[in-house]
């Protein structure tokens, strides 16, 4: 049966689950601007009854418990939430990495403006219109190797970006491989000392807030599933292959291809890893889909400006009497955009195929029947036919179906399509993550006015238990006087 104490005994238990629910209030208010801390709460249980606590009464007898006790202090949180914010994370992730790449690509192009490649363009064939209509000026003829020179550096310098881009994302793969290493290495050291804490503890609890944070992190970088809560039991996979499982971690590597590009793979069998989203996913995309497909368009433009200018301009003749040659560089292995240039003199030079550059009287810019009895007088050199014949490709399709200017407008439509494709998205995707982060916080988050609520809930019950304590020990205090 109960004891002369008892009811004293029950009242203290009271004074130490509200003061220790106290503590764990005060923690929250001291973490409350931490995005990354889950509140928590202490679970307050119910005394075990005594087994021979029974006494007699008019109802028959009756079972008392032994007060209240302080269980566990758990986070408030909902997983189903939390996987469907990293799944929004590492969307938002790979579409603003896009966002960002395609806007420097935009800029690297300089399209739309009036001081982009278009703009070189344009001068290029409003040059050869110009040497058509005054075939005989030698300044409006260098002004066309000017512009041309002008065109050429642009293209050469848009492919060098481009490439450079190639390089600096293939740097951004291997930093993005580092730090999740880094993470996956910090997340097993986690669960280590989470396995060797006791649970339900406020030291555990923030453990287990680091560990979420660090996998949220984690799914910006790369796509991951992740089950799992206790030491050994907590699974973090990419692709289906494991990356983190209890204190044991496959790390990742970075490795080159043929190609020099950075290959992400398993440090374990060096197999490539399956990425499906996160800033990884982006990278790669772009480094091996998106960049090489816009070079391939430039290059594509190249060779058909220098194809079909050179075959015209071999067909014309110069101011000075003589056959035309190529008036583009035409390289044995091949005319890129990263090589086009005007053609030059060799060492020796070739009489046959005569360079234009210092030399503006080579412009083939006239028509003549039979280059081989050409005379300045009888030849008609001083007239412009060729150069309005090749003023006129700016108009003509190419083997390809379409004009060089088409070719260009298309290269600037793929990217300006995929710039505003990544722009949408990345907008989008923003909104969902934004989404599962006020549901979060909704759940998780410290609630300033819900604390204070509870401090007062808390406060009272305190004052309670101790008027409660108090008027038992005046009830004691009589006992003792009367025995």
């Known amino acids: 049966m109960a004891g002369t104490f008892f009811g004293i005994s029950i009242a203290q238990s009271a004074l130490a689950a509200q003061r220790r629910a106290m503590d764990v209030l005060g923690y929250n208010i001291a973490n409350a601007n931490d995005p990354t801390y889950k509140r928590q709460r202490m679970v307050l249980v119910e005394g075990s009854v005594l087994a021979a606590s029974q006494e007699a009464s008019p109802i028959g007898s009756s079972a008392f418990g032994t007060g209240v006790g302080s269980g566990d202090i758990e986070r408030v949180r909902e997983p189903l939430i939390e996987n469907r914010l990293r799944m929004a994370t590492q969307s938002g992730a790979n579409w603003n990495y896009r966002q960002k790449t395609m806007s420097q690509l935009e800029a690297t192009i300089g399209e739309p403006s009036d001081t982009g490649l278009q703009n070189d363009l344009d001068n290029f064939w409003a040059s050869w219109q110009k040497v058509a209509t005054s075939p005989e000026s030698i300044p409006i003829r260098s002004a066309l190797l000017e512009d041309t020179s002008a065109l050429c550096q642009r293209m050469n310098y848009t492919y060098m970006q481009m490439g450079d881009m190639i390089k600096d994302l293939n740097l951004a793969a291997i930093d993005r491989v580092k730090q999740v290493n880094l993470m996956a290495n ?165 009489p046959m195929n005569p360079g234009v550059v210092g030399h503006p009287e080579r412009i083939a810019a006239s028509i003549a029947d039979d280059p081989t009895t ?110």
């Open 186 to 350: 910090e997340i097993g050291s986690l669960n280590n000392e989470i396995g060797a804490l006791s649970s339900g503890a406020m030291p555990v609890n923030d453990l287990l807030n680091r560990r979420d944070a660090l996998v949220q992190e984690l799914s910006k970088q790369v796509a991951i599933n992740q089950h799992g809560e206790g030491k050994d039991s907590f699974i973090i996979s990419i692709g289906g292959s494991v990356l983190v499982q209890g204190t044991k971690i496959s790390e990742l590597k970075t490795s080159p291809d043929i190609s020099g590009n950075q290959q992400i793979l398993w440090v374990r069998d060096s197999e490539p890893i399956a990425l499906t989203g996160g800033e990884l996913k982006a990278i790669t995309d772009i480094r091996d889909t998106t960049i090489p497909g816009y070079l391939r368009q430039m290059d594509e433009m190249a060779s058909q400006l220098v194809k079909t200018v050179n075959e015209q301009n071999r067909a014309g003749v110069g101011l000075n009497g003589m056959a035309g040659g190529d008036f583009f560089e035409d390289f044995p292995t091949g005319t890129t955009a990263a090589n086009i240039s005007l053609h030059f003199d060799g060492n020796p030079p070739n």
């Open 374 to 483: 050409l005379t300045i007088n009888e030849s008609g050199v001083g007239s412009g036919g060729n150069a309005q014949l090749i003023a006129s490709l700016k108009d003509k399709p190419t083997s390809t179906g379409f004009t060089i200017n088409q070719i260009f407008r298309a290269l600037i439509g793929d990217i300006g399509g995929s710039a505003a494709t990544a722009s949408t998205q990345a907008k989008a995707a923003e909104l969902s993550v934004e989404q599962f982060v006020t549901q979060q916080q909704a759940v998780s988050g410290v609630s300033l006015d819900e604390e204070m609520t509870n401090m007062i809930k808390f406060q009272q019950a305190y004052n309670s238990a101790a008027k409660v304590l108090t008027a038992m020990d005046e009830m004691l205090q009589a006992l003792v006087n009367i025995s």
